[in-house]
């Protein structure tokens, strides 16, 4: 079956240290995102990806790095220059280049705790 | 002003009962989406749509553009209906704005 796979689903860090959270995706899409979800708020948009080697800070990209070498892959790199890292982070996928018009695909997210 | 609000926040509801979850939006939009969120995290598209009703089993969702408003119904609801339920419009800039959710508690 198709899906999203995010890897791992709880990840503990020290502070001071990056992480990579990962994210593979088998349904062909070309657009990726990473959004991140606080208690109390709506998913805010980290980065996204439309194309492969593409990629464009969303609403809250400081403190966070992507790459797209591949089309089935998106990782997140948390790094530690972001102020509150900890949270629940949500990758998702969808066919069209706007993630408006297509049907998003979402992974089971990575609950990343930073102490 | 958040650009999308949900009501209730909150929504407990007995086994069987017809439940409305609503939405409004500030923004023009090209569609709207509704996501149910169970409590492991993971995130399903229930509806995209941009106008008019859709239906799929025991769930509808409605959108009237003129009022910048969307409702999703759940008939004959269930315990396994317990979850979060969020609405998310496309914005000017092009990606999604994200509603706060609506947490559901069906009690058997």
């Known amino acids: 079956d198709g899906g999203i796979t995010q890897s791992p689903k709880y990840l503990f860090r020290k502070e001071g240290q990056n992480v990579t959270l990962s994210c593979e995706q088998n349904?062909?899409?070309?657009?990726m995102y990473w959004y991140r979800q606080d208690p109390g708020q709506g998913l805010r948009l980290i980065y996204y990806s439309q194309i492969v080697n593409d990629f464009q800070k969303g609403d809250i990209a400081e403190g966070y790095s992507v790459s797209r070498e591949k089309k089935e892959s998106f990782p997140l790199t948390v790094t530690s220059a972001q102020k509150n890292p900890t949270a629940f982070y949500l990758c998702?996928?969808?066919?069209?280049?706007?993630?408006?018009?297509?049907?998003?695909?979402f992974g089971n997210g990575t609950r990343l705790t930073v102490t | 002003k958040n650009e999308v609000e949900q009501s209730p926040q909150n929504l407990t509801a007995q086994e069987g009962e017809f439940i409305t979850i609503n939405c409004s939006y500030s923004?023009?939009?090209?569609?709207l989406h509704w996501l149910q969120q169970h409590p492991g995290g993971g995130i399903v598209s229930l509806f995209m749509?941009?106008?008019g009703k859709k239906k799929h089993g025991r769930l509808i969702a409605t959108i009237n553009i003129q009022e910048k408003h969307s409702s999703l119904h759940i008939t004959a609801s269930h315990p396994r209906d317990s979850a979060v339920y969020i609405c998310?419009?496309?914005?000017?800039?092009?990606?999604?704005?994200f509603g706060k959710g609506t947490k559901l508690s069906v009690k058997p």
């Open positions: 998310a419009v496309g914005g000017s800039q092009g990606n999604l704005i």
């Open positions: 923004v023009g939009i090209s569609a």
């Open positions: 998702a996928s969808s066919m069209g280049h706007r993630s408006y018009n297509s049907p998003l695909h």
């Open positions: 749509l941009s106008s």
């Open positions: 349904l062909n899409h070309d657009a």
